[in-house]
């Protein structure tokens, strides 16, 4: 893997080709996820050289991935440690989605997308404050809000950049029609969607219309939430504190192909000798127009693990054994993600 930093479109933002996404320390998919875990994780990524760290603001009822940053960087009043520079850490945020108490659902709560100019700049300061600084160098709009114009939200991001709180802007989770009405108010830095070796939607639009305007692509899942890693057994069950027991690539039938491409991959890792992990990252790194990936963790060893692709290096062989094993798989269900 090329570990060159790579900029963020026509921003002065760039990112190495590994970003540590934070999502999971938030504790609402995965059970036991502790404070003190979040908070060595984020550290053990800094000490490892993954200094593009993406948050959002809904990552936690409370912002409990923010604060995990902030306190593991030494940027806030409860940090652990010393003080990280801030000119040494990229820090992505995202603004439009928060959470809400719902007694009808279990967990009590539901997800909001709000998508209005006041609640964004609203949703900003406060994950700036719980981070412990002044500005994000990349700020997303996390989702399109239906019941707002994106011209309106875009507007919002647009004033931000202007009053210093954020260096660039990226969109996330939308479809090329709506990253166009975006870029015509707000210059687009970056676009961020999911991708990994099962699924590759964004191959036929998304992509091929930001490589050509020259933005940037981050994407998530690319171990589709450990499946590509290679630690699931087959028949295993996921509770229902587990977010991966809502999808079909974790269930039934699609479930076992999964793992049967799984196996496939193993003998390719284990020619170059490297974990499976490592040439899975390496794989989806290196393809055109993907800037950076990022990869979940929920302790520090899961970070020098993932930290590591950036020293795999594919050849041909491998790259040809990924294709047939891709093809042999087939199509799978396609997935939407907030």
């Not at 719980?130 to 160098?137: I, K, N, V």
């Not at 055109?288 to 970070?303: C, D, H, K, Y």
């Not at 020098?304 to 020293?311: F, K, T």
């Amino acid at each position: 893997m090329n570990p060159t930093p790579r900029r963020l479109g026509s921003s002065s933002v760039s990112v190495g080709p590994l970003g540590l996404g934070c999502w999971p320390l938030a504790g609402m998919t995965r059970a036991g996820v502790t404070r003190e875990a979040a908070v060595a994780t984020v550290r053990a990524a800094f000490e490892a050289g993954i200094t593009h760290l993406d948050t959002a603001y809904c990552y936690g009822e409370r912002g409990e991935a923010d604060r995990a940053i902030g306190a593991a960087l030494g940027w806030t009043s409860e940090a652990p440690a010393g003080r990280v520079p801030r000119d040494a850490v990229v820090i992505a945020g995202k603004c439009g989605i928060h959470w809400e108490p719902d007694a009808s659902k279990d967990p009590p709560r539901r997800q909001v997308v709000d998508g209005r100019p006041e609640r964004l700049r609203a949703e900003v300061d406060e994950s700036l404050a719980r981070l412990g600084t002044d500005h994000f160098d990349l700020l997303y709009l996390h989702c399109p809000d239906p019941a707002v114009p994106i011209e309106e939200s875009a507007g919002a991001l647009k004033r931000l950049v202007d009053a210093g709180k954020t260096r660039a802007v990226g969109l996330s989770n939308a479809g090329v029609d709506l990253m166009a009405r975006f870029a015509a108010v707000c210059p687009l830095s970056a676009c961020q969607l999911h991708f990994n070796m099962l699924q590759r939607e964004i191959e036929e639009t998304a992509l091929p219309w930001c490589r050509e305007r020259g933005i940037a692509m981050v994407v998530y899942w690319p171990l589709m939430k450990g499946l590509l890693a290679g630690r699931m057994r087959r028949g295993q069950v996921f509770p229902t504190s587990d977010s991966r027991h809502k999808y079909p690539l974790f269930n039934g039938p699609e479930f076992e192909r999964n793992l049967d491409f799984v196996d496939a991959l193993r003998p390719v890792a284990a020619r170059l000798g490297v974990p499976l992990a490592d040439l899975v990252l390496a794989w989806t790194a290196e393809q055109p127009g993907i800037t950076s990936v990022l990869f979940g963790a929920t302790s520090p060893e899961q970070v020098r693990e993932n930290a590591r692709a950036r020293a795999c290096d594919l050849d041909e062989a491998a790259r040809e054994s990924i294709r047939a094993a891709i093809a042999a798989r087939g199509p799978v269900p396609r997935t939407r993600a907030v």
